[in-house]
Structures are given as structure tokens and as C-alpha cells.
């Protein structure tokens, strides 16, 4: 989790635009959740029944974004974002040092969850993973099969914003900065490291303890939202 967070955040950084950031990532993750999917799928961490709960939400909520992204200033989401992850990152703290209970995810809480968490992994350039996976762990849920299952369903997310952001280039509603060369250059170097790094975190789900995954989640979670509150301050 957090791939597209991270990317985007460090070609923001580098003065890539919203819109551009959030398309990049998300044709990277086309590649990277490919592998990760697979790796969750091969070590058996997937949840289906919450797989085909949360798909059509997060695919609807994934469009929704990135027209939303392509169409206003995407910087406009940031503090909402950054404040939901820096809560949720330190409630997962707190939690980690309690019992973890095992009781199914509700599935009422599913669909908002899952709509929610597509809109802003496309509005905001990342998102799917933290919002998604820190919801669904804050009901409840078992971190190995919740980690897995928003991982898996990822690649569908991905594949539909960047239809989504295709659709916007080919109709003229957007079109990125640099040209498509320099777009497809950002891509490239993000699809290499991710595959990379993707197949080891299917082994570590299943190796690590669920309250040890917990803190490393949580901590994760909350540098990325303090980074973030520095940066949209303006102290960084």
C-alpha cells in the first residue's frame, strides 16, 4: 500500500502537475499490482467475498476522481486527505497494541469505503491503498486478508482511471505538460521499481505478525501525512 501516494507525492515534488501525477502512477500501477495481486493471490490473503464488494464501488468512485482531477485544481483535495491519513495512521498505532479482534468486515461499511477511496486515489493521486486498507483495518478487519484483498482489486482500480485519464487525453479534455514522450519517460521509471519491490510484500503479509504489520502501517501512514501537512504549509 501507498505506491501511488508516494509516487505522486515525489513527482508533485518535482513540479509534475496534478492531473499528471495522479495519471502516471496510475498507468505504473497497471504493472505493479499485476505483480502484487499475484504475489497476495499465490500466498492465499485474498478475502473474495470482499473483493467483489468493493470493486464496482471503488471503480466508480476511481472515474468519478479523475474527471474531477482533469477538470479543477486537484491540490484542493490535499488537506482532506492528509488529515483523514494522519488520524487513521495514528488510531492504527494505538490499535496495533491492542487485541486484534477477527470478526468479518461489515459489509454496510464497504461500499462508501471502497467509492470513497477510488475518488481520491484518482482526485488526489493516490489514496486506494491507505484509505481503503486503514478503513477496512479500523472495522475490523484481519490485516493479512484486508492488505490482500485492497491489493488484489487494485489493478481493476488502476486500469479504470487510467482509462479514465486516456478517455480525457484522446477527447482533448486534458492533455499532459512536456508531451507524451516526457509522460510515458515518468511512467517507465515508476513500472520498474514497483515491480520490483511488489512481490516481497505478498511474502511479508503473511510472515509478519498482524500487530507488528499494524505498526509498520500505521507509522508508514502517519510520515506520509506529516510530510504532506509540511509540504501543504509550506515549510517544506
Not at 486537484?74 to 491492542?98: C, E, H
Not at 477511496?117 to 472495522?139: E, H, I, M, R, S
Not at 491489493?151 to 507524451?180: D, M, R
Not at 521509471?189 to 498482524?210: H, N, R, S, T
Amino acid at each position: 500500500m501507498a505506491y501511488g501516494v508516494i509516487s505522486s507525492t515525489v513527482l508533485l515534488a518535482f513540479g509534475v502537475p496534478p492531473a499528471q501525477a495522479s495519471a502516471s502512477a496510475h498507468a505504473a500501477e497497471l504493472f505493479t499490482t499485476a505483480a502484487s495481486g499475484s504475489a497476495h493471490l499465490y500466498h492465499r490473503n485474498i478475502d473474495w467475498k470482499l473483493f467483489r464488494r468493493l470493486i464496482p464501488f471503488g471503480i466508480g468512485g476511481g472515474i468519478l476522481g479523475a474527471y474531477v482531477l482533469t477538470s479543477f485544481d486537484g491540490d484542493q483535495v490535499k488537506p482532506f486527505v492528509t488529515t483523514y491519513l494522519a488520524v487513521i495512521g495514528i488510531w492504527l498505532l494505538i490499535r496495533s497494541f491492542r487485541r486484534i479482534p477477527t470478526n468479518p468486515v461489515k459489509l454496510r461499511i464497504v461500499a462508501p469505503l471502497g467509492a470513497a477511496a477510488g475518488f481520491l486515489d484518482a482526485a488526489g493521486g493516490g489514496g486506494w491503498g491507505p484509505v481503503a486498507t486503514t478503513g477496512l483495518l479500523g472495522a475490523g478487519g484481519q490485516p493479512r486478508f484486508v492488505i490482500g484483498t485492497v491489493n488484489a482489486s487494485e489493478f481493476l482500480i488502476a486500469l479504470s482511471v487510467s482509462l479514465s485519464f486516456l478517455a480525457a487525453f484522446v477527447t482533448g479534455h486534458w492533455q499532459p505538460v512536456g508531451g507524451l514522450g516526457n509522460y510515458l519517460t515518468s511512467v517507465g521509471g515508476l513500472i520498474i521499481g514497483g515491480v520490483l519491490a511488489a512481490p516481497l510484500a505478498g511474502w511479508m503479509v503473511k510472515a509478519l505478525k498482524e500487530s507488528t504489520l499494524l505498526r509498520l502501517v500505521g507509522t508508514l501512514i502517519t510520515l506520509l501525512a506529516s510530510y504532506q501537512t509540511l509540504e501543504l504549509t509550506g515549510v517544506l
